[in-house]
């Protein structure tokens, strides 16, 4: 993987120094979830809660496990009671259910946009004020460089990254006014549990992870994490016809 190169925001809140913070990280039973509360403890955060819809399944050594499931404001709201302190919201949690759009299982596309955009709408709203009352604090949202681009067979996912991105630019704008940092965090196949089924080239999460942390320390308003991902965004300007080449052509 290519050194992560972090795009500082035009108007950027200040960065949040992590030595001290308190931390929750949706999906932190496994995957990049887990690799985000293990290195927010290496790296002196006072508190992570990491939740999980089975906290029982939460394993590390350190944490405080909470229940919960993005796509339930009851359980959502639960969480914000009880992690009041919360100055980092690390939105992690994700699902892909490798559907298309047009003949792919309408239920199976709503859950993954339940999820990923829904689950992020609900949990930024309901930090937000935690945040303001705290100081500030930042919130990093983990999309990918499918926000960014179709592919066969996912893009149930792909809409819900793009509207996720979204999501992400808009809350940056609207939280600014009280000092909140919103980083997005995009990234390519990494070897986890997630994206156990794709069998093309997958990089080490632990480096995905410590560019999205050092870039809430930076003030960044978006981290690439990658050379995929800094593809794929740079082929925006261009035509699109020629990224689409590059995946039928079994590039990627």
Do not use: C
Not at 114 to 143: C, D, K, Q, S, Y
Not at 223 to 240: F, M
């Amino acid at each position: 993987m290519s050194t992560p190169n972090a795009a500082p925001s035009p108007h950027p809140a200040p960065g949040l120094r992590l030595d001290g913070t308190v931390a929750l990280v949706t999906g932190a039973n496994r995957g990049l979830g887990r690799h985000f509360a293990r290195q927010l403890l290496d790296r002196g955060a006072s508190r992570v809660y990491a939740t999980a819809r089975r906290p029982e399944t939460v394993d590390l050594p350190g944490v405080v496990p909470l229940r919960l499931d993005v796509t339930d404001p009851d359980q959502v709201r639960a969480a914000a009671y009880a992690a009041g302190d919360v100055t980092l919201l690390v939105n992690n949690a994700g699902v892909s259910h490798w559907t298309d759009l047009v003949t792919g299982d309408l239920h199976a596309v709503r859950a993954e946009m339940e999820t990923n955009f829904w689950g992020t709408l609900h949990m930024t709203r309901a930090f937000a004020p935690i945040l303001a009352a705290n100081g500030g604090g930042a919130i990093l949202n983990v999309l990918s460089a499918q926000s960014w681009f179709a592919y066969p067979a996912t893009n149930g996912y792909h809409a819900a990254k793009a509207a996720q991105w979204a999501l992400t630019n808009a809350a940056r704008m609207e939280l600014a006014d009280q000092h909140t940092l919103v980083t997005a965090l995009h990234l390519g196949a990494v070897d986890t549990d997630f994206s156990a089924a794709y069998t093309g080239p997958k990089g080490d999460p632990a480096p995905v992870v410590r560019a999205g942390l050092n870039g809430i320390e930076a003030g960044a308003a978006e981290v690439i994490a990658d050379d995929w991902s800094a593809h794929v965004k740079k082929s925006l300007a261009e035509d699109p016809v020629h990224l689409y080449d590059e995946i039928r052509a079994g590039i990627v």
